[in-house]
């Protein structure tokens, strides 16, 4: 399928850890972005990365691509109990403004 | 507030029944979607519209008819529901011109019984 899947399911860190999550995808892509999901609440996007570029940082956020493995990955740096909520990245799967999504990694920041 | 708004937030109604939800967004974007969240979170692209016309169609029953009667409404109309149809729907909008960063709606807690 197009969708992005997102590793590893379910995290769960100490206040002031990083936080790593992963992403893959199966075909060809424009851009592939990142978006958070707090419990309840629609998706916020966090950062946007393009198929051309392979790191990207927004404040505590983190994006690299490797294209040739058909891989991203977020990172949060110091994480904060806000910051848990669910993590989805969405992979336009070469078409520029269709995009699909997974399940989502499930970040648990404990204070 | 500049937003994307869906109404209603819960929607509880019996099998067979016919529901709509309805979606506006003033941030002027041309494009607008709706998405399906699963239970195991699954978001799952449903309908894309651009300028009030139909870009994208997935695989979706034609239970499920989007109407856009301008580009800053996108409802939907389901009819004949189904226990499967119970699901959290998002709406979203973007700009017709990349990035397409996304803004979604708070979503619409469908229950079907």
């Known amino acids: 399928s197009q969708q992005g899947e997102e590793d590893p399911q379910a995290l769960s860190i100490q206040e002031g850890e990083n936080a790593t999550m992963n992403c893959s995808y199966k075909?060809?892509?424009?851009?592939l972005q990142w978006y958070r999901q707090n419990s309840g609440r629609g998706l916020v996007h966090l950062i946007l990365?393009?198929?051309?570029?392979r790191e990207k940082h927004s404040g505590r956020l983190r994006v690299t691509l490797d294209t040739s493995k058909k891989s991203s990955s977020l990172l949060i740096t110091a994480s904060r109990a806000a910051d848990t909520a669910s993590y989805f990245c969405?992979?336009?799967?070469?078409?520029?403004?269709?995009?699909?999504f997974g399940t989502g990694t499930s970040l648990t920041v404990i204070p | 507030d500049t937003a994307v708004s869906q109404t209603p937030k819960y929607l509880v109604t019996q099998m067979g029944n016919d529901k709509s939800i309805k979606c506006e967004q003033n941030?002027?974007?041309?494009?607008m979607y709706w998405y399906k969240q699963d239970s195991k979170k699954f978001l799952k692209i449903m309908f894309s519209y651009n300028n009030k016309e139909l870009i994208i169609n997935e695989t979706v029953p034609n239970r499920f008819s989007p109407k856009s009667p301008d580009k800053a409404h996108l409802n939907l109309h389901i009819n004949s529901l189904e226990l499967g149809d119970s699901a959290v729907y998002f709406c979203?909008?973007?700009?017709?011109?990349?990035?397409?960063?996304?803004?979604f709606g708070p979503g619409t807690r469908l229950t079907v019984t």
């Open positions: 941030l002027g974007h041309d494009t």
């Open positions: 990365i393009r198929s051309n570029e």
């Open positions: 979203a909008s973007s700009p017709s011109t990349t990035p397409y960063e996304q803004y």
């Open positions: 969405a992979t336009d799967a070469g078409t520029g403004n269709q995009f699909y």
């Open positions: 075909t060809s892509i424009n851009n």
